[in-house]
C-alpha cells in the first residue's frame, strides 16, 4: 500500500510527459494549417431570436409539406406524392388542418410531411408521416383500413416500387422534366446563388439514381415504364366501376395513396415535358375519373 | 433452336443461390418442353450485355430479368408457352400486384437472413457462393452482393443484425474513450463481445421490427393461398405468381442457416404456406448438389449444361474491370458508360428518341465528372502555389530537423519509461480497482 502510494507521484510527471508527445506524434496538425485554423473563428453572431411569427398565435394542426406560397393561400395540392398522400388522407377523413410550406432540413425525421397537433395535444411533438394514420384514428376515430382487406397491403406494394421507381425516372432522371418540373419545384426556392443550386440538383439526381440502382444493376427506362403500366392496370381493375378503392362509402387511405401519383401525372400545372405515365394513365378512364372526383376535395 | 438460361449455381440444395434465378427455373420447368432449354450454371454476371442474371441466350438474343423473360418466352412461343394465358382480368391485377408484393417484401427479408445477419453470411452464403464461384470472382462477388444488400435494407434499421457494423461502432466509442480520457490505449479494458451475448441483446432489440416486417408479408399470402393448391382462385394450372413465390419463398425456407429466425418465422406464420412451397420446390427442383450443375450427364431432373471454364482472358478482364470499379473516379465514369451503351444498343427496346436522350443525358454526366476532377486538380495546384508562394514548405523543412533532434532524445526517455513501466504502474488502478481499500 505504502509503495503503491510512493511510487504514483513518481509515475505521473513521467505519464504526463510522454502522452503529450506521443499525442503529438500522432495527432498534430501541421504547422501552418494550425495556424489558418487558429484565425477560426473569425466573427461570431449573437444567437438568433426565437421564431415569434403569426403562426404559432394559431391554434390548428399544422401539417408541413412542401408547397408554395400561393398553394399555402388555397390550400392547394402539394407537388410532393408523399406529402400529397397524407394532406389527402387528413382532408378525406375530415381533420382541418392547416398548410405550412417547409423542406427537409426542417423536419426532425428529415423527412416530410410531418404534423404539428394543435395545443391541447402535447405541443412539443411532431408527428412523422409513419404515425400519421395511427393519430388520425384517434383523433377522428375512421377505420385502419389495412385491416377490412387483405389486397391492401399487396395493391400498396405496386404504388411503393412500381409507380414510385417510374415516378423517381421520369422526374428526376429524365433531364427535359428535370429542368422544367423538378427544379423549379425544388431547387428554385431554396437558393438564389447558381452554385448552390447546381450542387443540389446534382444531390437531388444522385440521390434518385442511387435510389433505383439498390434494386438493380443498371436503370432500364423501358422496364421501368412497363412496370408502371402493368401497375395502373391492375390498380384500374381492382377500382373497376366503383366509386372508391375496395368499394367503400368515403375515400381513404389507399384512395389518397393512388391520387397522390394520378393527380400530379395529370396535372397540366406541372408543366410536364415528357410524360409517358401520363400517357400510360390515360389509357385507363375510370382511374382518371376517380382522380377528378377527388379534386373536388381541395 | 434450344434455348439458354444463365443463372446463379446452385446452393442450399436448391439449383440456384439467388431467388430471381430460381423464380425463373420454376417457370420454364412448368412451361417450357424439356428438350427445348438447357440451364447452365454461369455464375458470371457479366455473361449477358445487361450484366444481370438469370439472362436468357437465344442465338444472339440476350433477355434479362424474371418478367422480360417471362414476356419475351409469351412472343417467341406465341403464347403457348405462357402460364398467365388463363386468368381472368381480376386474376391477372391479383397477380401483377402479389408478384410485386412478393418481389419487394421477400427480397428484402432474404437480403437481411442472408446477407446483412453476418452469421449467416459468413457461415453459409459466402461459402456457398465460393463453391459455385471460379477464381478470382469468388473473392470480388460475394463482397459486392454483400454491400448491396446493407444498403438496400439500411432504411429498415436493423443494422445491428451485422456483427461487423457493431465492431466498428464498438470501435469508435473505444477511440472516443481514449481521446476523451487520455487514458493510455493498452489498459482500456476491452470487453470481449461473444456472438451469442450479442445475439441475446441484439435479438431483444430486433426482434419486435422483424416480427412486424415477416407478419407484413407471411399473413397476407397465407390468406390468399387458403386452402387451394395455387394462388389465384379458379386454376388448376400454375401461374407466374406461383414460380416466383416459390422462388423466394424457398430461399427462406430451405437454406440451413446457423440463425434461422426467417424460416422459423415462416414456418409459424404461415403453415400452410411452408408446406405448400416446401411440396412445389420438391416437385420442380428435387435436391440439386453443386457437381450436378457441373456434369451435364446427372440424375437430376433439370437440364443442366455445364458452364464453359474460365479463359485466361475472361480472367483478366474481371480482374480489371474490378479494379476499375472500385477507382473512385474511374467508377463514376464507368457507371455513366453502362447507363449510355445500354441506352444506345439497337435492341435495348427503348424508341429512337429515349434512347437519344438517355445517351445525351449519360455524355452530360461524364462531362459532369471530367469537370469534377478538373476542379480538384485546379484546387490542388492553386494550394500548393500558394503554399509555395508564401514559403511554406522552406519555413517546415528547418523545423523538421529541429523536430528529428528532439525525437531522438525523446525516444531515449520512452524506451526507459517503458521499461520501468511494469515496476511501477499498478495495473489495478486502471481498471477501476480502488486501491485505497486494499
Not at chain 2, 432504411?155 to 465492431?167: A, K, Q
Request: net charge negative; charged share 20%.
Amino acid at each position: 500500500m505504502t509503495t503503491n502510494n510512493d511510487s504514483r507521484p513518481e509515475q505521473r510527471p513521467d505519464d504526463s510527459r510522454r502522452e503529450p508527445h506521443r499525442a503529438r506524434d500522432f495527432f498534430s496538425v501541421p504547422a501552418p494549417v494550425k495556424r489558418l485554423f487558429d484565425r477560426f473563428p473569425l466573427i461570431t453572431y449573437p444567437a438568433n431570436e426565437l421564431p415569434h411569427c403569426a403562426l404559432s398565435t394559431q391554434r390548428g394542426n399544422r401539417l408541413f409539406v412542401f408547397t408554395d406560397a400561393a398553394g399555402v393561400r388555397r390550400g392547394r395540392p402539394s407537388f410532393n406524392p408523399q406529402c400529397l398522400k397524407w394532406q389527402a388522407y387528413l382532408k378525406f377523413v375530415g381533420i382541418d388542418f392547416e398548410l405550412i410550406s417547409s423542406n427537409n432540413h426542417a423536419s426532425p425525421s428529415g423527412v416530410l410531411p410531418f404534423l404539428l397537433p394543435s395545443p391541447p395535444a402535447d405541443i412539443s411533438t411532431p408527428i412523422p408521416a409513419s404515425k400519421l394514420q395511427k393519430w388520425a384514428i384517434e383523433e377522428v376515430h375512421c377505420e385502419e383500413e389495412q385491416q377490412l382487406n387483405v389486397r391492401f397491403e399487396v395493391y400498396s406494394s405496386l404504388l411503393d416500387t412500381g409507380i414510385r421507381n417510374a415516378w423517381l425516372y421520369s422526374l428526376y432522371l429524365n433531364h427535359e422534366n428535370f429542368e422544367a418540373v423538378a427544379r423549379p419545384l425544388y431547387v428554385n426556392p431554396s437558393t438564389t446563388n447558381s452554385a448552390v443550386r447546381s450542387a443540389l440538383a446534382a444531390q437531388l439526381q444522385q440521390a434518385a439514381r442511387d435510389e433505383l440502382l439498390k434494386s438493380s444493376t443498371y436503370i432500364d427506362a423501358s422496364a421501368l415504364e412497363a412496370e408502371a403500366a402493368e401497375a395502373f392496370e391492375a390498380l384500374s381493375t381492382l377500382l373497376g366501376d366503383k366509386v372508391h378503392f375496395f368499394d367503400r362509402p368515403n375515400p381513404g387511405l389507399f384512395d389518397a395513396s393512388v391520387f397522390a401519383f394520378t393527380h400530379l401525372i395529370l396535372d397540366q400545372n406541372m408543366g410536364w415535358k415528357y410524360n409517358r405515365l401520363g400517357q400510360l394513365l390515360s389509357q385507363h378512364e375510370n382511374l382518371v375519373q376517380h382522380r377528378e372526383r377527388l379534386l373536388k376535395f381541395f | 433452336m434450344v434455348l439458354e438460361l444463365h443463372v446463379w449455381g446452385p446452393g442450399f440444395s436448391l439449383p440456384s443461390i439467388d431467388a430471381q434465378c430460381l423464380a425463373t427455373i420454376a417457370y420454364f420447368s412448368l412451361a417450357v418442353p424439356k428438350d427445348s432449354w438447357v440451364l447452365v450454371a454461369s455464375s458470371d454476371p457479366t455473361v449477358s450485355p445487361t450484366h444481370e442474371l438469370p439472362a436468357l441466350k437465344n442465338g444472339s438474343t440476350w433477355v434479362s430479368r424474371f418478367r422480360n423473360i417471362v414476356d419475351y418466352l409469351r412472343q417467341y412461343s406465341n403464347g403457348a408457352w405462357d402460364l398467365d394465358r388463363d386468368l381472368s382480368a381480376l386474376e391477372k391485377a391479383d397477380s401483377i400486384a402479389f408478384s410485386s408484393f412478393v418481389e419487394s417484401r421477400t427480397q428484402a427479408l432474404l437480403d437481411l437472413s442472408l446477407y446483412v445477419t453476418s452469421q449467416n453470411y459468413y457461415n453459409s452464403t459466402s461459402p456457398a457462393y465460393g463453391a459455385i464461384l471460379q477464381w478470382p470472382n469468388q473473392w470480388i462477388i460475394p463482397p459486392q452482393l454483400h454491400d448491396a444488400a446493407k444498403s438496400r435494407t439500411e432504411p429498415l434499421g436493423l443494422s445491428s443484425l451485422d456483427l461487423e457494423e457493431m465492431e466498428q461502432q464498438q470501435k469508435r466509442d473505444h477511440s472516443a474513450a481514449i481521446a476523451a480520457g487520455r487514458i493510455p490505449q493498452n489498459f482500456i479494458r476491452r470487453p470481449r463481445e461473444t456472438v451469442s451475448g450479442l445475439l441475446g441483446r441484439t435479438s431483444q432489440q430486433n426482434q419486435f421490427r422483424l416480427e412486424a416486417l415477416t407478419a407484413e408479408l407471411f399473413q397476407p399470402l397465407e390468406e390468399a393461398l387458403g386452402d387451394k393448391t395455387n394462388f389465384l382462385s379458379g386454376q388448376a394450372a400454375r401461374s407466374s405468381l406461383d414460380c416466383l413465390a416459390v422462388g423466394y419463398l424457398s430461399l427462406a425456407l430451405v437454406p440451413d442457416l446457423p440463425h434461422k429466425w426467417l424460416r422459423n418465422s415462416m414456418q409459424r406464420k404461415a403453415p400452410r404456406l411452408s408446406q405448400h412451397i416446401d411440396r412445389m420446390r420438391r416437385e420442380l427442383y428435387g435436391t440439386v448438389n453443386v457437381s450436378d450443375a457441373f456434369s451435364s450427364s446427372g440424375g437430376s431432373s433439370l437440364p443442366w449444361q455445364a458452364p464453359d471454364r474460365a479463359r485466361l482472358v475472361t480472367v483478366g478482364t474481371t480482374l480489371l474491370n474490378s479494379l476499375a470499379d472500385a477507382t473512385p473516379i474511374l467508377k463514376d465514369i464507368r457507371l455513366n458508360n453502362r447507363l449510355r451503351e445500354t441506352a444506345e444498343a439497337s435492341d435495348s427496346g427503348l424508341s429512337p428518341v429515349e434512347s437519344q436522350s438517355l445517351a445525351a443525358y449519360a455524355r452530360g454526366q461524364s462531362k459532369d465528372t471530367l469537370l469534377s476532377i478538373a476542379t480538384v486538380i485546379g484546387g490542388v495546384a492553386a494550394l500548393l502555389g500558394y503554399m509555395v508562394h508564401v514559403g511554406v514548405f522552406s519555413a517546415q523543412e528547418e523545423g523538421e530537423e529541429e523536430d528529428h533532434e528532439q525525437e531522438h532524445t525523446r525516444d531515449y526517455e520512452d524506451q526507459e519509461a517503458e521499461v520501468q513501466l511494469p515496476e511501477s504502474v499498478n495495473v489495478s488502478d486502471f481498471l477501476g480497482v480502488n486501491t485505497a481499500a486494499l
